[in-house]
T-cell receptor
């Protein structure tokens, strides 16, 4: 398996524009997580899915953020409209069911909003 | 309340020095703990994990961690660091409220710089 695949790797956009980040989890994994990493706040969990269903989105900072998982092999995180404070590295991770299974992370998308 | 916490935010060592990074957890019940490493510009990768059994866990790249229940600690250690160990290290575990352990929360991370 190629691991968790995220695209794009880098995104630079202007304030107010819509941004869509994409993630392909590892095949057979039951859980998908979206994290945001910044220097100030560290690694924050935004939302996670179980079998394509959103379970906990309490980490989503504002209504400008939305995430979907239309099928087991694809998820998106959308920011509309984007703001400079959204600049961060966004990681997607997936794992199998069970407390003893580790999460596998994608390479991340570095988002810069100017 | 954070379930795992790391008190060392930045650590600077010289090559060949010994390393110990602190991690404390604050929940009871079943303990599932992980250490991840993030090399500069890269994604998080698993170093080691602990669920039960021998409290001394061996991981990749010469790292190990010891689970001490009485101290609620799971510190990461390496006897002799190399320049290539320069990275950020994260301790992780389930959230305080519990959720069958399928979600991970991360400590604030410790940035390690190893001077050649």
């Amino acid at each position: 398996d190629a691991g968790v695949i995220q695209s794009p790797r880098h995104e630079v956009t202007e304030m107010g524009q819509e941004v869509t980040l994409r993630c392909k989890p590892i095949s057979g994994h039951d859980y998908l997580f979206w994290y945001r990493q910044t220097m100030m706040r560290g690694l924050e969990l935004l939302i996670y899915f179980n079998n394509n269903v959103p379970i906990d989105d309490s980490g989503m900072p504002e209504d400008r953020f939305s995430a979907k998982m239309p099928n087991a092999s694809f998820s998106t995180l959308k920011i509309q409209p984007s703001e400079p404070r959204d600049s961060a590295v966004y990681f997607c991770a997936s794992k199998r069911l069970g407390a003893r299974t580790e999460a596998f992370f994608g390479q991340g998308t570095r988002l810069t909003v100017v | 309340a954070q379930s795992v916490s790391q008190h060392n935010h930045h650590v600077i060592l010289s090559e060949a020095a010994s390393l110990e990074l602190g991690c404390n957890y604050s929940y009871g019940g079943t303990v599932n703990l992980f250490w991840y490493v993030q090399y500069p510009g890269q994604h998080l990768q698993l170093l080691l994990k602990y669920f039960s059994g021998d409290p001394l866990v061996k991981g990749i790249k010469g790292f190990e961690a010891e689970f001490i229940k009485s101290k609620f600690s799971f510190n990461l250690r390496k006897p002799s660091v190399q320049w290539s160990d320069t990275a950020e290290y994260f301790c992780a575990g389930p959230p305080p409220e519990g959720n069958a352990g399928n979600m991970l929360t991360f400590g604030g991370g410790t940035r390690l710089m190893v001077k050649p």
